[in-house]
T-cell receptor, first 114, second 113 residues
């Protein structure tokens, strides 16, 4: 499979659960991102990784914990979430971070927090 | 920091008509302005972008114009077709050297046959 793939596509969890979202890119890109997409709100940048190093944490609550073990994989670990965290979480990659360019998005993981 | 406003939030047109979506940004240092299209249940995909050294760029039925003085840019779709129905997002970069984008709130375009 090519491009950016995200699993799971749908996730329902309680507020005390621990779960993880996974993203994998097969494009040879150096940068990966997590975005949050809520209804009627703009896409919100959460985290940016460049060559496996976190370069941006956009004031995201600590109940969201990213992990980037290598340039092809990105995780978002979820713990003690709130119902308002229910949203579509989009992973993206780009060839590099130091110049503006195209973001390649995954299909997203739709999260529902009960 | 950068702030991007997008209008309208919804747009309904008849097939064959033109559609225009407008965005304004706040950071005068911004130099790259992409537009993404997100069909229902699908991922956002880049459809066109423009850099600050040009005022207009066209790709078949879509075009983007940029007015740096007024700090606004627009997406123009001509001869709209039902498959153009989607949510369109404009974006502009944060300052700071990394490929970080601030997105507008999106415009839901409906093209009626």
């Amino acid at each position: 499979e090519t491009g950016v793939t995200q699993t799971p596509r749908h996730l329902v969890m309680g507020m005390t659960n621990k779960k993880s979202l996974k993203c994998e890119q097969h494009l040879g890109h150096n940068a990966m991102y997590w975005y949050k997409q809520s209804a009627k709100k703009p896409l919100e940048l959460m985290f940016v990784y460049s060559l496996e190093e976190r370069v941006e944490n956009n004031s995201v609550p600590s109940r969201f914990s990213p992990e980037c073990p290598n340039s092809s994989h990105l995780f978002l670990h979820l713990h003690t979430l709130q119902p308002e965290d229910s949203a579509l979480y989009l992973c993206a990659s780009s060839p590099q971070t130091l110049n503006t360019g195209e973001l390649f998005f995954g299909e997203g993981s739709r999260l529902t927090v009960l | 920091g950068e702030n991007v406003e997008q209008h309208p939030s919804t747009l309904s047109v008849q097939e064959g008509d033109s559609a225009v979506i407008k965005c304004t940004y706040s950071d005068s240092a911004s130099n790259y302005f992409p537009w993404y299209k997100q069909e229902l249940g699908k991922r956002p995909q880049l459809i066109i972008d423009i850099r600050s050294n040009v005022g207009e760029k066209k790709d078949q039925r879509i075009a983007v114009t940029l007015n740096k003085t007024a700090k606004h840019f627009s997406l123009h779709i001509t001869e709209t077709q039902p498959e153009d129905s989607a949510v369109y997002f404009c974006a502009a970069p944060y300052s700071g050297g990394y490929n970080k984008l601030i997105f507008g709130a999106g415009t839901r375009l409906a093209v009626h046959p």
